[in-house]
């Protein structure tokens, strides 16, 4: 069995870290690259980059944050925010980064999805998606809709037919970020976890809702995810990296343990 990955996110806007809850109220939490040297020292599995307007500001990604931040972690870098063709992605790889995140782009143009596939490989690209709960309908049966520019516009798309279509079009693995779990610190959105989880045959990552330790357990095995992504119970210094996987560990989850 697959040692299952703890993972951290640095939302970034204006070149620091930032956070929000449910996608609003965003503030500055520090220095992006300090964080990611801290977490890598604490024994991070990979490392979540994502600027957060970029898509928004229809702007491309600050490379020079990147680079930054690939000087100082080495294990897996997987970034996101306003790539739009394969020059961006290309862009992103040179700066250090081994995985691009897709999001709203892909959701305007999806072949982008395939055309990043096919200049980096299935396994650097990942499919990123923001997801709010809506009342089941003809059009989103699921009960879960696609929303997209950093959570600002709805676009009344499903998001298992999404999952299902992206995974198709060449994604090697997905992100799910719950909008309506972002932030609070009670715990993931497990049912859209483990619906897409059970759906799809790339890794699916966890992402929103995480508070404390029990959360990350209960997403890793009720909802069958293959990563769990934390922001602010790291961030905030509630919780270290060493003490979560310290955590899943002794409560029966398979990790990768540095000490």
């Known amino acids: 069995?697959?040692?299952?990955?703890?993972?951290?996110?640095l939302d970034v806007r204006d070149g620091r870290l930032a956070k929000s809850v449910k996608f609003v109220n965003t503030k500055d939490i520090g220095d992006p690259v300090e964080k990611a040297r801290l977490y890598y020292e604490q024994g991070l599995d990979e490392l979540v980059f994502y600027d957060i307007t970029a898509s928004s500001d229809k702007r491309n990604i600050m490379l020079d944050?990147?680079?930054?931040v690939a000087k100082e972690v080495f294990i897996p870098l997987s970034v996101g925010g306003g790539?739009?063709?394969v020059q961006d992605a290309t862009n992103l790889r040179l700066a250090g980064a081994e995985k691009i995140n897709v999001n709203s782009a892909a959701v305007l143009r999806p072949e982008l999805i395939s055309e990043c596939a096919s200049a980096i490989?299935?396994?650097?690209?990942v499919l990123s998606m923001d997801i709010q709960k809506v009342e089941q309908s003809e059009e989103r049966p699921s009960g879960y809709e696609i929303v997209i520019n950093?959570?600002?516009?709805p676009t009344g798309l499903d998001a298992l037919q999404w999952a299902l279509?992206?995974?198709?079009?060449?994604?090697?693995?997905?992100?799910v970020n719950s909008i309506d779990a972002d932030g609070t610190l009670d715990g993931y959105e497990i049912n859209l976890t483990r619906m897409l989880s059970e759906a799809v045959r790339i890794p699916v990552i966890a992402?929103?809702?995480?508070g404390k330790p029990q959360h990350l357990q209960e997403v890793l095995t009720e909802g069958k995810a293959d990563a769990?992504?934390?922001?602010?119970?790291?961030?905030?210094?509630?919780?270290?990296?060493?003490?979560l996987k310290k955590y899943l560990h002794e409560n029966g989850v398979k990790v990768r343990m540095s000490w």
Do not use: D, F, P
């Open 1 to 9: 069995m697959l040692s299952k990955r703890v993972i951290a996110c």
């Open 65 to 68: 944050v990147v680079e930054s």
């Open 150 to 153: 950093g959570g600002r516009t």
């Open 121 to 125: 490989g299935n396994q650097n690209v």
């Open 207 to 210: 992402s929103g809702g995480a």
């Open 228 to 243: 769990a992504l934390v922001a602010s119970m790291v961030h905030y210094g509630t919780y270290t990296v060493e003490e």
């Open 165 to 175: 279509e992206g995974e198709q079009l060449g994604a090697g693995e997905l992100v």
């Open 83 to 85: 790539i739009r063709s």
